[in-house]
């Protein structure tokens, strides 16, 4: 084709699909009423948002099929405890539950309009019968039963069958709140209280709970109906992968927030999820990192002050839930929280800045005391790159130079192996990815990045400097992601390390970009709708050396330990859409001396049996299994103050995580324990954590079989 004719191809299509917007948008452009402006920009970024997922990884139909997943995510989003809308209306809703593709084509959107008007309504039949339930005192007496799991509940048919189901939420909240009272009046025996007592904090914990579901009432009271239409462009849009999300302009500004260094206060990353702020991610060296208790996929319930009530956080917008998390350093904040297993868990955490030398990798020499044998640990928190210095002409500080020097300060000759800990690293610079596989394989690929039209890139080490030649333990769990799925995997494939943890990592083997949708208008009459907001969207997906994807499976260890979260649906796997496994061609790597895996599971799996410590942490795993399947809760005060009781006995509020796990009991010396150095206490920590132990027990295995190997071929 000559130019010209290209130039002539170019100038068509750039006609052809300003025609197609101009015919798309309604007519006239200015709107005259904020119900216009609302529905016309809508119409526009049904448009924008169209022309944009056609970039989507998954190269899915704009069709029944995809209309029929995101409906069911809007309804989940309009009503995921199902205490608003009955049975019928949502049937009405059902007649669109096809016709999401065509509304998005044609870009005159009716769904969201008639959502809007039935929750409206929902929500006054809704609050009255809130005011009805809690003008009687209740009684804890009567053994009563509600299921808490929104997942197994049906929408109610009659509004009797939702009166009900509001009054055994209400009883429970406001015995919940009861028994808090009773606590803070320094009541020892909840059981046993005068009757005018229990009288006088019943009515004190019903009015409570009143305040809290009147904000409740008036938060939702107040929401627009351009709220709406964003919600069902999200739902649009998640329909395609949980990864991929229409962000309303304020959405936005909370994902800038973010990753400018995540929230101020406690250190967290949180997303609004089917009406829920959930943790994305705690970052290393934050107050909630060294608090020890917040994890990622938690779900966030409520949020306290010291001297307040705690303030319901359901169905809030997320920039109204990260207003009340925020707060001057050293205040404390109260995070009711949610995770399988735990109906209600309330972590104090005091806020503070992220300390940012403990979001380095950290390292010591371990010498077990029943051996003599020494061990070198690298903790990685994050894969971290100072990008903006390295941009500017600097050396900025990354995470593949501080592993190496960390292996460069081990005697390694003295060494019997090396334990890499990835557990609960989130992943982060893909650069520093292959960077640190590198420091263990020497020059060779490391990973494969393949994009939605099948075209792919290996990504390489090139150097041909391997930084430690030893037997190498790799320490994940499920909450290691990504970056961190990316290095386990390619050490995998190498056989150049044994892989040690939970039964799967996270498995987020996909890339996003974030595309801003303000830079789709070039009409000056469409900049009357702007800001637009933003689209992150799934382009491309990560496969290891072998061909496998990272992506829903993730890793899984050459050897699996018992795990308290072992039964907790922590990962991709779990999520809505998510995209599937699946594998491309292995790139050729050369592999390192084999070790024979059957052999060191059969040791480890000796070992594990014998040892009280694995034996408590399954005892914990299989209760906390147990509190999973049970979705029941008692509304009888025995039953409950027992549940509360337990709770507080247990340790199972932390999963696999190692190193930062905290001692329930404060320690003999705090004194002595204050004049500790960094690495005094980082020794101490990893000679208690089981999870090193048996990686050390491994490295002797790998050891041994490696020196036998030898023999034989010397022979």
């Known amino acids: 084709m000559t130019r010209r004719k290209r130039w002539f191809r170019?100038?068509?299509?750039s006609v052809t699909l300003l025609l197609a917007g101009l015919f798309f948008l309604p007519a006239p452009m200015n709107a005259t009423t904020p119900d216009d402006l609302d529905e016309n920009r809508a119409r526009l970024l049904t448009y924008v948002l169209r022309r944009q997922v056609e970039n989507h990884f998954s190269g899915k139909n704009l069709d029944d099929n995809l209309s029929r997943a995101a409906f069911q995510l809007?309804?989940?989003?309009?009503?995921?405890?199902?205490?608003?809308?009955?049975?019928?209306?949502?049937?009405?809703?059902e007649v669109f539950a096809d016709k999401i593709d065509d509304e998005i084509q044609s870009g005159r959107i009716v769904l969201a309009p008639q959502a809007f008007q039935l929750l409206g309504n929902s929500v006054e039949r809704a609050e009255k019968l809130v005011e009805k339930a809690l003008a009687a005192p209740f009684d804890f007496t009567v053994a009563e039963i509600y299921e808490t799991d929104p997942e197994k509940l049906e929408?109610?048919?009659t509004e009797a069958e939702l009166a009900e189901r509001w009054r055994t939420d209400l009883k429970y909240r406001t015995l919940t709140r009861y028994l808090n009272l009773l606590e803070d009046a320094e009541v020892k025996d909840p059981l046993n209280v005068s009757a005018e007592l229990q009288q006088e904090k019943e009515l004190e914990a019903r009015e409570k709970v009143r305040k809290q579901y009147h904000q409740y009432f008036e938060r939702l009271k107040k929401e627009t109906l351009k709220e709406h239409y964003d919600r069902y462009l999200n739902a649009f849009a998640r329909a395609f992968d949980p990864h991929t999300t229409y962000m309303a302009p304020q959405s936005k500004?909370?994902?800038d927030i973010g990753m400018r260094g995540s929230l101020e206060g406690i250190g967290a990353t949180l997303r609004e999820e089917d009406g829920y702020t959930k943790v994305v991610k705690v970052i290393p060296g934050s107050a909630a990192d060294r608090q020890g208790q917040l994890q990622a996929d938690d779900v966030i319930l409520a949020v306290g002050q010291v001297d307040d009530e705690p303030v319901d956080v359901t169905d809030m917008r997320l920039r109204d839930t990260v207003a009340l998390i925020r707060g001057k350093k050293g205040t404390e904040v109260r995070l009711t929280i949610r995770r399988p297993g735990i109906k209600n868990l309330v972590i104090p955490i005091v806020r503070d800045v992220v300390i940012i030398e403990e979001s380095f990798v950290k390292s010591t020499m371990v010498t077990d005391p029943d051996t003599g044998n020494r061990y070198g640990y690298i903790k990685v928190p994050s894969f971290y790159r100072d990008f903006e210095s390295t941009r500017n002409g600097g050396k900025g500080r990354n995470s593949t130079d501080d592993v190496r020097k960390a292996i460069e300060?081990?005697?390694?000759?003295?060494?019997?192996?090396?334990?890499?800990d990835l557990r609960n690293n989130g992943g982060g610079a893909l650069t520093d990815a292959v960077g640190i596989a590198g420091l263990f394989i020497g020059e060779g690929p490391v990973v494969q990045v393949r994009n939605g039209d099948g075209g792919s890139k290996v990504l390489r080490n090139y150097?041909?400097?391997v930084a430690y030649h030893g037997p190498l333990v790799v320490m994940v769990n499920q909450f290691s992601a990504s970056a961190s799925e990316i290095v386990a995997g390619a050490l995998q494939d190498y056989g150049r390390a044994v892989i040690v943890g939970s039964e799967h990592t996270h498995g987020k083997g996909t890339v996003q970009v974030i595309m801003d949708l303000d830079d789709s208008l070039t009409l000056r009459n469409m900049r009357q709708y702007m800001p637009l907001g933003a689209l992150k969207i799934t382009t491309q997906k990560f496969y290891r050396v072998s061909g496998d994807s990272t992506q829903y499976r993730g890793v899984v260890p050459d050897i699996i330990l018992p795990d308290r979260s072992q039964y907790n649906e922590y990962g991709?796997?779990?999520?809505?859409?998510s995209l599937p496994w699946d594998r491309i061609e292995e790139v050729e790597h050369?592999?390192?001396p084999s070790f024979d895996r059957k052999a060191l599971n059969a040791k480890s799996h000796d070992r594990v049996a014998a040892s009280e410590e694995f034996a408590e942490i399954q005892r914990l795993a299989d209760a906390i299994g147990e509190r999973i399947k049970d979705t029941h809760q008692s509304l009888l005060i025995n039953d409950v103050v027992k549940e509360r009781e337990d709770l507080q006995g247990a340790d199972s509020q932390h999963a696999m995580v190692g190193i930062e796990e905290k001692d329930d009991e404060p320690a003999d010396d705090e004194a002595e324990l204050e004049k500790q150095s960094p690495a005094e206490k980082l020794l101490a920590a990893v000679l208690k954590d089981a999870y090193v132990k048996e990686s050390m027990a491994i490295l002797v295995d790998l050891a041994e079989q490696r020196t036998e190997i030898a023999g034989k071929s010397n022979k």
Do not use: H, N, P
């Open 10 to 13: 170019a100038i068509l299509v």
């Open 409 to 420: 300060a081990f005697d390694v000759k003295q060494m019997t192996g090396l334990i890499l």
């Open 572 to 577: 991709e796997r779990y999520l809505d859409y």
């Open 590 to 592: 050369k592999e390192w």
């Open 74 to 93: 809007y309804v989940k989003q309009l009503d995921y405890q199902k205490r608003l809308l009955l049975a019928a209306e949502v049937d009405q809703l």
């Open 155 to 157: 929408f109610c048919v």
């Open 463 to 465: 150097s041909k400097e």
């Open 253 to 255: 500004e909370d994902f």
